[in-house]
């Protein structure tokens, strides 16, 4: 087989959901994301990184993702990757071109296998780097539920380059497209929806100092401060005021590709789950909230794809 093409990197999550816009405020005033870009029916919030929004909120017919948004090099390996889409057999979107949107680029779109919308953009609009204190930096990773989640993985692996970085029992994988311990995570799940999307934050004293701006305005977290087992990373989840998980991390474990081996992690043994001992298992109702609403996704758009091919 020739060389896989990796995914660059994660640049965010376009989300969506009825009444999502008008959540803006509880991004802005508590969580520490700032608006860079908004329209009639769409507000984009961005971190104090280089990223032109990490964070969309769509209005839109059913809470879940409107998209998946990712990074590539450049043009070159913009088209390699959709190339390779091709070859793989993905549904795919249309070819590479100009994005009309506010953060422009050239990319294409593909569907993974649950039908969710996957964005590949290189060329997009960047900030200046700002140096706020204890605000997020970017987006750290994505959690997807799966009803197939092997099938899933295999799909990220093989037509987008994802690695193993690990698995927590038989129950989630983990999977990184760089140095970061997991870009993408999928759990199973009996459907498909969004399970969390974590906010780095650039150290651990801002970590918790933005758990206290939360605390300060009445949000405790629903589960944490902890420190995971698979990834290293510290954690704090909330729930966001459309029901949506939200975590803060820092400290992502970066990953050597020449000594770096995947593990099955326990879940038996709490020390393995929750370094610190301090957060303890999950609640059933943080489970609950984690297994999310079922997402379609856009079935739509695989029947349109297909028709057209
Ligand atoms: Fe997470």
Redesign the pocket.
Known sequence: MTETIRTGSLRGIMMRGPGLPATLPFYEDMWGLRLAHQTDDCALLRGTGEEAFLYGLKEGPVFGIEYVHFAMPDRAAMDALHAQCLARGAIVLGKPAEFGDWAGGYGFEILDPDNRRLRFRTDALRHDEETEWAKPRKVS?V?LNSPDMEGTQEFYEHVLGFRVSDYSADQMVFLRCNTDHHSIALVRGNYASVN?V?FEMPTLDEFMRGIGRMKQKGHVPSWGPGRHGPGNNP?AYFVSPSGFVI?F?SELQQINEDSHEAKVWSRTDPEAMDRWMTAGPPTPAQRAVMQGRPDPGFPELRAQALGAS
């Open positions: 990773h959690v969390h974590a954690f975590e991390t």
